[in-house]
């Protein structure tokens, strides 16, 4: 990404006056077909909860919906840790990270994002996620977004309390029927400069 491109999400909260190739969606379904050994490697075209795509990172709408509009932001390469990911992957996350918090700020209100990179499932010593490989932890490289929110917020008809707001956030492994998912991830959509494509023809 080009320090231009920074300077244009920045100044324009999200907005653009067109599409921008960087940042990628399908303009249609996808159905759910995940990797069998990382849930993380599974490519956006067999993820219906992709929100967006760039060459080197997928941002998935989080499972846990305990705020409104949490992500996950995973390398499209098994990358095992932070210090393993290229000098264009680093830039990529940043440059798309800058993009998704200013969507959360103007699609929700969010008064600000948490970040985390933790891989500690990898390392557990019963039903490690992903699973070792030849014996050894196989972390994935992934970061949880977290919109936080001051006051209590209405999204399709749900209501989200940021009961700790101020403090770090308790994940309640809050989920959310399909209509609502589908509501929040076209919202952050909406706040993007999407290129839309259509999805890959199955083989």
């Known amino acids: 990404m080009t320090s231009d491109?920074?300077?244009?999400?920045?100044?324009?909260?999200?907005?653009?006056?067109?599409?921008?190739?960087?940042?990628?969606?399908?303009?249609?379904?996808?159905?759910?077909?995940p990797d069998p050994v990382c849930i993380t490697c599974t490519p956006p075209e067999a993820d219906p909860d992709v929100i967006v795509f760039t060459e080197h990172w997928k941002v998935v709408l989080h499972p846990?919906?305990?705020?409104?509009?949490?992500?996950?932001?995973?390398?499209?390469?098994?990358?095992?840790?932070?210090?393993?990911?290229?000098?264009?992957?680093?830039?990529?996350?940043?440059?798309?990270?800058?993009?998704?918090e200013l969507a959360l700020e103007q699609s929700f209100g969010a008064d600000l994002v948490n970040l985390s990179c933790l891989r500690n499932w990898a390392y557990r010593d019963v039903d490690p996620d992903p699973p070792r490989l030849d014996g050894h932890p196989n972390p994935h490289v992934h970061w949880h977004v977290a919109p936080r929110y001051r006051m209590s917020i209405t999204v399709a008809g749900q209501t989200f309390t940021d009961a700790e707001f101020g403090d770090e956030l308790t994940w309640t492994?809050?989920?959310?029927?399909?209509?609502?998912?589908?509501?929040?991830?076209?919202r952050i959509r909406r706040s993007l400069p999407i290129a839309f494509e259509p999805p890959p023809t199955p083989p």
Not at 70 to 90: M, Q, V, W, Y
Not at 173 to 186: A, F, K, M, P, S
Request: hydrophobic fraction near 40%.
């Open 173 to 186: 492994g809050r989920r959310l029927e399909h209509r609502v998912r589908r509501d929040i991830i076209d």
């Open 64 to 100: 846990d919906q305990t705020m409104a509009g949490a992500c996950l932001i995973g390398s499209r390469r098994h990358a095992p840790k932070i210090s393993a990911l290229t000098t264009d992957e680093a830039t990529d996350f940043f440059s798309l990270y800058a993009a998704v």
């Open 5 to 33: 491109r920074e300077q244009t999400v920045a100044m324009e909260h999200g907005q653009a006056s067109g599409p921008d190739p960087w940042l990628r969606a399908y303009s249609a379904a996808v159905g759910f077909v």
